[in-house]
């Protein structure tokens, strides 16, 4: 069924899925469809507005597996050169086609080969519905919650009430329910053969699902959660950056209120490393008055570092860069 290699961009995307037929749900996912001819993998992702370095990054650790991610690996590093939209737009298809299509599919094929009337067939209905509750549970939370916030992440907020660390990915309560429900269909399988073979199908299909799922999950904690991890440190530094911008403008006119001369002298006297006793005898004023212009000139300039003050004296020319111990 499947031909382990690592496909590159220049591969035909027929090969790549004659060899891996398991991966065309894959294809909707990401937003391609069939139809693509002889063209290369890069030609199919280009033609479809796919990123090709992140559809082959997910296809080749698909097929290739993750045995290398034991329980002893350290934690997977961010890769820059993949694009967190198209991960993202690949994780919210994947989600809408097992919540929409292959979850109320399953459950078709379970209640036409099983009796309704039957304790027994009820209890395997009642096991799938609620392994299916776990599962729908989950995604809508990321739905609801990781996704919305990615999306600010791309657009440059960094939200401080949550993190990548805060997305749990355990399915353990769901796993158990399947591993029941596929023991009862197993010790059910009813004598005639037409029903059996409907069962037995359908058995095949919750044990694909159940891979599918397991790969969508560690496409999510090895790919996915880096990519985040990655994106949240960028986002942060140009939070910072952006922040001492601001700072800077509003002390050059901006503000609508302007430092006092004595504070401008606390700020050049922090620049060049004074504790706040050594302003207060500097300037001849008490230890209690420099911590009122401190706490004035951090409200007004909302600085609250000696990077950031001595960046607004350069800027603002109340010292000399010269005169500055970097």
Not at 131 to 160: C, D, N, W
Not at 285 to 313: C, E, F
Request: glycine share 6%.
């Amino acid at each position: 069924m499947k031909n382990q290699k690592m496909y590159e961009a220049d591969d035909k995307m027929i090969s790549l899925i004659r060899d891996n037929y398991d991966l065309l749900q894959m294809l909707g996912s990401f937003g391609m469809h069939l139809g693509f001819g002889d063209k290369t993998v890069q030609e199919t992702c280009e033609d479809n507005g796919v990123d090709t370095y992140t559809f082959l990054a997910v296809v080749n650790f698909t097929i290739n597996g993750y045995g290398e991610y034991g329980a002893n690996a350290q934690p997977p590093v961010g890769d820059e050169r993949l694009s967190v939209p198209t991960l993202l737009h690949y994780l919210e298809a994947s989600h809408a086609y097992y919540l929409d299509f292959q979850l109320p599919f399953i459950r078709r094929e379970l209640s036409e080969c099983l009796n309704p009337a039957d304790s027994l067939g009820q209890l395997i209905m009642k096991l799938y519905d609620d392994y299916s509750h776990e599962i729908r549970r989950h995604m809508q939370y990321e739905q609801k919650t990781l996704f919305p916030y990615v999306r600010s992440l791309l657009e440059g907020h960094a939200q401080t009430e949550y993190s990548i660390e805060t997305f749990s990915k355990h399915h353990g309560a769901a796993d158990l329910k399947l591993r029941e429900l596929k023991l009862l269909i197993i010790k059910y399988l009813p004598g005639d053969g037409y029903h059996n073979n409907m069962l037995t199908a359908t058995l095949h299909d919750i044990y694909d699902n159940e891979q599918w799922l397991h790969q969508h999950s560690m496409v999510e904690d090895y790919i996915f959660v880096p990519a985040i991890r990655l994106l949240e440190q960028r986002t942060k530094q140009s939070d910072v950056t952006r922040n001492i911008s601001d700072m800077v403008f509003k002390g050059t006119g901006q503000n609508n209120e302007s430092l006092s001369d004595r504070e401008k002298d606390v700020i050049v006297a922090l620049v060049q490393g004074m504790a706040n006793k050594e302003i207060a005898d500097h300037l001849c004023i008490s230890i209690n008055t420099v911590i009122t212009h401190r706490r004035n000139i951090a409200r007004k300039l909302q600085i609250h570092s000696p990077a950031g003050l001595t960046i607004y004296a350069i800027i603002n020319g109340l010292v000399d860069i010269s005169s500055v111990k970097l």
